[in-house]
């Protein structure tokens, strides 16, 4: 973990690379988390999270999946659904720059107890149907692309 005055200078000066988390039921709804922090604070969100420094995307996946759903799960049993970017005028901390992610997009199939889901990230979680999802003020957009393209 670096230093917080050397991430936010990382975070001020160049993209972020991360994996997002497109978590389908076996009805077919949206696993989203209602965010707790910065950017996207106070909107669903798909779960996921930053790639770190020297780590192989497999390992990434395994550890967000375990981090994030309290699950376990291997990067080949998810749907690439390719890359997007994310912009946002604000970042995690209080100061005044934006946040740029790269952020690969994986679908998934899990059957999960939205009570065992951890609350650091997120405050409260749901399943969406994708017209629901699409439909709400308070999902936002960067999720909501996740759909355009399916």
Do not use: C
């Amino acid at each position: 973990m670096l230093p917080i005055t050397t991430f936010k200078t990382v975070v001020a000066s160049t993209p972020l690379i991360s994996i997002d988390l497109i978590v389908r039921n076996n009805q077919k709804q949206v696993l989203l988390g209602l965010r707790n922090n910065q950017p996207a604070q106070g909107y669903w969100f798909v779960p996921g999270g930053r790639v770190r420094k020297d780590e192989r995307l497999e390992n990434a996946f395994r550890r967000l999946v375990s981090a994030e759903l309290g699950s376990e799960s291997e990067i080949n049993n998810a749907r690439f659904l390719g890359p997007y970017q994310h912009f946002y005028t604000d970042n995690f901390s209080d100061e005044d720059f934006s946040t740029h992610y790269v952020v690969l997009g994986y679908e998934l199939t899990l059957n999960i107890n939205l009570n065992d889901l951890p609350s650091d990230q997120h405050q409260d979680y749901r399943w969406f149907t994708v017209d629901e999802l699409l439909a709400s003020d308070q999902v936002h957009q960067h999720t909501k692309d996740y759909f355009f393209e399916l």
